[in-house]
């Protein structure tokens, strides 16, 4: 299907474990992003990319890992997955070119860090 | 670091009514964007608007309205004719000269039948 999607939907798993959050798009946009969203503080961008093999961390990047090695796919993974990690992941992508072209969101992904 | 600051938590409107959702915004960038996105109970996240700095007019997307207002640096959303599916969440988002965005904290509405 045409569009974002991520992978898994709901993940439950434990302190200290490695977890990869796996986001696919399928328009070939160069830009993507990595989100989380905790109540209070609305959307905070963990990392982002602007092509392939370029990437760049964002506000809250402390814990987390991504790459980027084809243009449609931005895996991000948690290296030893804490509590505080527990959150609503999404993932967006957009084209170059204007400022105001939109950004796409996926339908996110719930993490519980138990 | 830019800021959004969104001061209204929750908003309760009556069906058919216009609403206007706060946001105010931080940059030191000259050019920047500004959009508006919904989260319904559903959670995915939905672009409404976008007004860049430079843009003379306000923009508009059917019921929805942005009121940019640049010296006071905000940018609120006006939704006309509240509709019971405009229940959700707002959230008000800057990119300055950049692909980034930031978000405000977010504004629940809920529309009243």
């Known amino acids: 299907d045409a569009g974002i999607t991520q992978s898994p939907r709901y993940k439950i798993t434990e302190t200290g474990r490695q977890v990869t959050l796996m986001c696919h798009q399928t328009?070939?946009?160069?830009?993507m992003f990595w989100y989380r969203q905790d109540l209070g503080h609305g959307l905070r961008l963990i990392y982002y990319?602007?092509?392939?093999?370029?990437?760049d961390k964002g506000e809250v990047s402390d814990g987390y890992v991504v790459s980027r090695s084809k243009t449609e796919n931005f895996p991000l993974t948690l290296e030893s997955a804490t509590r505080s990690q527990t959150s609503v992941y999404f993932c967006?992508?957009?084209?170059?070119?204007?400022?105001?072209?939109?950004?796409?969101f996926g339908p996110g992904t719930r993490l519980t860090v138990l | 670091a830019q800021k959004i600051t969104q001061t209204q938590p929750g908003m309760f409107v009556q069906e058919k009514e216009a609403v206007t959702l706060d946001c105010t915004y931080d940059?030191?960038?000259?050019?920047?964007?500004l959009f508006w996105y919904k989260q319904p109970s559903s959670g995915e996240m939905i672009f409404l608007i976008y007004?860049?700095?430079?843009?003379?007019q306000n923009a508009t997307e059917g019921r929805y309205s942005l009121n940019f207002q640049k010296a006071r640096k905000s940018a609120n959303l006006v939704i006309s004719a509240s509709q019971l599916g405009d229940s959700a969440m707002y959230f008000c988002?800057?990119?300055?000269?950049?692909?980034?965005?930031?978000f405000g904290a977010g504004t629940t509405v809920t529309v009243r039948a």
């Open positions: 328009w070939s946009h160069s830009y």
């Open positions: 967006a992508s957009r084209t170059q070119g204007s400022m105001g072209n939109e950004q796409f």
């Open positions: 007004q860049g700095s430079y843009d003379q």
């Open positions: 988002a800057m990119n300055p000269n950049d692909y980034k965005l930031s």
């Open positions: 990319s602007a092509a392939a093999d370029i990437t």
């Open positions: 940059t030191s960038d000259p050019s920047y964007g």
